[in-house]
């Protein structure tokens, strides 16, 4: 089975600029949650998504919003870019049984997009 | 909030044995250990449930104090392919679900 998938690999952009950054997360995973890592840091939550419907989110400003389809994938959009957004962003997949909770199924992550803003 | 690891980092040889603690200053309901390499997305290895439930992986193991708000990943015999950056996570939040990852503790294991 194929697992979570990320696109682009790889970004480039202004500041200033938009990006929308897109994950299909593993065939029967309900939930989708993004996070964004700082080279040499770990991964900090920015949005959890169960079944189309935002269920947590991370301290992030308002620029960073986010949404999931009826297929589950989901899109991971920043506006106004700045040069502190550059990161790693990663999705991460989960089951969803038992509703919206992370706290007891595996997260299961894609290899993530590289965003680099000059 | 952020769960709080220790060591920070770690050498060892191959073979040798390590543990890993996270601490959390709030009350966890279920520690997520996770293992990064470098340039790759984190890789699940287990996940301890309050109450004593594990699930995960089968060469490494983990404890789990609900009192002491603690968790520790016991690595045995390492290999070299267990090198990376361990994460420990936990669920919290007021309001909705947030997903903390720990401080990171980063285990070299050389020849």
């Known amino acids: 089975d194929a697992g979570v998938t990320q696109s682009p690999t790889h970004l480039i952009k202004t500041r200033g600029q938009h990006v929308t950054l897109r994950c299909s997360p593993i065939?029967?995973?309900?939930?989708v949650s993004w996070y964004q890592q700082v080279l040499g840091q770990g991964p900090q939550f920015i949005f959890q998504y169960y079944e189309k419907e935002e269920r947590g989110r991370g301290n992030f400003p308002d620029r960073f919003s986010a949404r999931q389809f009826p297929n589950y994938s989901s899109e991971l959009n920043v506006n106004a870019l700045l040069l502190g957004d550059s990161a790693l962003y990663l999705c991460a997949s989960s089951l969803g049984l038992g509703g919206t909770t992370l706290s007891n199924q595996p997260q299961h992550f894609g290899d993530g997009t590289r965003l680099s803003i000059l | 909030q952020q769960p709080v690891q220790s060591p920070q980092a770690v050498i060892l040889r191959e073979g040798e044995d390590a543990v890993i603690n996270c601490s959390s200053s709030?009350?966890?309901?279920?520690v997520h250990w996770y293992r990064q390499k470098h340039g790759e997305a984190p890789v699940f290895l287990m996940i301890?449930?309050?109450?004593?439930e594990q699930k995960g992986h089968e060469k490494i193991s983990a404890s789990f104090n609900e009192k002491k708000q603690q968790s520790s990943l016991y690595l045995t015999a390492s290999q070299l392919s267990y090198s990376g950056t361990y994460f420990c996570?936990?669920?919290?939040?007021?309001?909705?679900?947030?997903?903390?990852f720990g401080t990171g503790t980063s285990l070299t294991v050389i020849p």
């Open positions: 709030k009350a966890l309901y279920s």
């Open positions: 996570g936990t669920e919290r939040g007021n309001t909705g679900n947030q997903f903390y």
């Open positions: 301890l449930l309050k109450g004593g």
């Open positions: 065939s029967g995973h309900k939930s």
